[in-house]
C-alpha cells in the first residue's frame, strides 16, 4: 500500500513562498493516482487546497494564482509550491491519495491514505 510522506512546512513571512513535498515510500507509486493536498488550521475543519489526475489540477478559490501542484514521476514526488503566503495559510498540510475515480470532488472522505502533515506558519 502506498505510504506518504510529507515535507517542506516552515515558518515564513507573508508574501513569501515555501514548496511542500509528498513521497511516496513502501515501494508505493503515486504516478497512478489522484493526489490531494489538504490543509487543516487549528479550530477548522480540514479543507482541500488543490489536487491533480489525469493531467487536470483543481485549486481551491482562495489559493488560485498563487499555488501549484506539479508531479515529478520520475522521483515518484508531488509538490505543493506556494507562493504570496498570506497569514490565513497558516495550517497543517496533509497529501493524500485516492485510488479510485478521480481527485475531485476534493473531500477528504474519498482519499484513501494520507501523510502525517507538515506544519506551515505565515507570521511576520
Known amino acids: 500500500q502506498v505510504r506518504l510522506v510529507e515535507s517542506g512546512g516552515g515558518l515564513m513571512q507573508p508574501g513569501g513562498s515555501l514548496r511542500l513535498s509528498c513521497v511516496a515510500s513502501g515501494g508505493g507509486s503515486l504516478n497512478y493516482y489522484p493526489i490531494g493536498w489538504f490543509r487543516q488550521a487549528p479550530g477548522k475543519e480540514r479543507e482541500g487546497v488543490s489536487c491533480?489526475?489525469?493531467?487536470?489540477?483543481y485549486y481551491t478559490d482562495s489559493v488560485k494564482g498563487r499555488f501549484t501542484i506539479s508531479r515529478d514521476n520520475g522521483k515518484n514526488t508531488v509538490y505543493l509550491q506556494m507562493n504570496d503566503l498570506k497569514p490565513e495559510d497558516t495550517a497543517v498540510y496533509y497529501c493524500?491519495?485516492?485510488?479510485?475515480?478521480?481527485?475531485?470532488?476534493?473531500?477528504?472522505?474519498?482519499?484513501?491514505?494520507w501523510g502525517q502533515g507538515t506544519q506551515v506558519t505565515v507570521s511576520s
Open positions: 491533480s489526475s489525469d493531467g487536470v489540477t
Open positions: 493524500a491519495a485516492r485510488f479510485l475515480g478521480r481527485c475531485q470532488p476534493l473531500l477528504q472522505q474519498h482519499y484513501d491514505t
